[in-house]
């Protein structure tokens, strides 16, 4: 259980590190362009690897398949690491208040998409090949054949729009070309701030503890439902879904409302949704579209937190270097996302949870779920409790903070500490949570090991 619960994470780990992405891609332009050609540098790479996965995906060890992706998204992480920096050029055009509008529009489409490869998965994923016994279709296309559909969809969609995008010059003309010894010292005169350091700050609290995961929803969805793909697909599709609805709700009703408040009831929404558990765990009625349901409902608030990141960011970024200080809040904000992760399922060691499944699912076994479900909603009420305070109210507030914010080393050293402190521990506790021979350590969230180290 806590090997599935971070696998998703350690795919999307290159995310965390995209600021160094952003710092070569400011310093290096090709064909005086800053960003389509790392678009489709990127692209390309990724297009290669699933090349690679479509031949050689159905005999891979799981640990090795899990790395594979990860390394697929790496390459993601260079075209979108760019895509982030126009898109952050095209918003300082747009109109005070309105300014959001183009970056959560792109964010939609992204969402979208997702839920059409939700639909990819119910329907054409759902074969004996990919589900537990007696589940599914009779027919269904195995992991090989899905990268296969998949570079079918891309190539003749992705081209097209790489070739006949064109990238606005006027928006970089004039622009110096910054050094990435330029770049490191000015995201070293940023990091002086005390702005920045808040919203780090605001981060663990917020998406850490106050965002905290009930992973409950692997143990019950993967192991106890034993659900098949077209519920996980069904399930794909509604996270999505609710992500959309939390950012389409925020550009129209809370661009411009107190961002406090707005965290305050998202915190009490994912306490009480996180709580829901409750009825599967301690009650005979287990229904897999009521645990989707609950799944897919706290992805709204991430729809939510993600644009409350961005626009703050947005805010913040000096002229120029949009990118870089896009990329190195974000990134931080992603290593944070990773912990919560990270931080979940440590906390199912106590509780001995990372075991249960249909087989061994009985009284003892709901009690320590039951615990550990109460530990997590009052992990989230006291995460919002300490942490709203440090990330501004509104944008106005925000650039209040920004000028007197002053510029203090011990600020700029107790950042950067922070940050790699976020980065490195969770990239640890990932790669020992996949890999067979330590995923059942304690500290990952393991029951112990038998041989070996045990903590």
Same mark, same amino acid.
Request: aromatic share 14%; net charge negative.
């Given at each position: ?99 959001? &509008? ?145 950012? %389409? ?27 829901? %558990? ?120 925000? &650039? ?56």
């Amino acid at each position: 259980n806590n090997t599935c619960s971070v696998s998703g994470s350690v795919v999307q780990l290159a995310w965390n590190i995209k600021i160094f992405i952003a710092f070569f891609c400011e310093a290096y332009w090709v064909c005086g362009l800053r960003r389509k050609p790392y678009m489709i540098g990127g692209w390309v790479g990724g297009v290669g690897i699933l090349l690679f996965l479509a031949f050689a995906a159905d005999s891979l060890a799981f640990e090795s398949y899990i790395f594979l992706c990860a390394f697929f998204e790496f390459f993601m992480m260079i075209a979108d690491a760019n895509a982030d920096g126009y898109t952050v050029q095209l918003s300082r055009l747009e109109h005070p208040e309105t300014r959001g &509008h183009i970056l959560s529009n792109g964010q939609l489409c992204r969402f979208f998409m997702s839920m059409f490869a939700g639909v990819v998965q119910s329907f054409l994923l759902n074969g004996p090949t990919t589900n537990p016994p007696g589940q599914g279709f009779d027919w269904g296309l195995t992991i090989s054949q899905m990268f296969w559909l998949i570079l079918g969809i891309i190539c003749p969609t992705l081209l097209p729009a790489l070739y006949y995008f064109r990238e606005k010059k006027s928006l970089s003309s004039g622009v110096h070309r910054v050094t990435m010894g330029e770049q490191l010292r000015e995201v070293w005169e940023v990091l002086h701030n005390i702005t920045v350091f808040f919203i780090m700050i605001w981060s663990l609290g917020f998406i850490v503890l106050a965002g905290a995961t009930n992973r409950v929803s692997v143990i019950m969805e993967g192991g106890i439902l034993q659900m098949s793909q077209l519920l996980f697909g069904i399930d794909n599709i509604s996270t999505y879904l609710m992500l959309c609805i939390g950012i %389409w709700i925020f550009k129209t009703y809370l661009l411009n409302y107190n961002w406090r408040i707005t965290q305050v009831w998202t915190t009490i929404l994912v306490a009480g949704l996180n709580l829901l %558990w409750l009825v599967p765990i301690l009650s005979s009625w287990r229904n897999a579209y009521f645990a989707i349901f609950i799944d897919s409902s706290e992805q709204f608030v991430q729809g939510i937190t993600q644009v409350l990141v961005s626009m703050a960011v947005i805010e913040l970024a000096p002229q120029n270097l949009e990118a870089t200080t896009y990329e190195l809040i974000i990134s931080v904000s992603n290593a944070f996302i990773t912990l919560n992760v990270v931080v979940s399922t440590q906390l199912m060691a106590p509780f001995q949870l990372a075991d249960i499944d249909a087989d061994n699912d009985d009284a003892a076994a709901n009690e320590r779920m039951a615990q550990y479900t109460f530990l997590i909603s009052g992990i989230n009420i006291l995460g919002a409790c300490t942490s709203i305070w440090f990330f501004p109210r509104s944008r106005e507030q925000c &650039h209040e903070w920004k000028l007197a914010g002053g510029h203090k080393r011990s600020v700029a050293i107790s950042a950067l500490v922070f940050a790699i402190l976020a980065l490195a521990y969770s990239l640890v506790a990932m790669v020992l949570t996949v890999l067979p021979s330590t995923a059942c350590l304690k500290f990952v969230g393991g029951n112990g090991c038998a041989n070996g180290p045990d903590f």
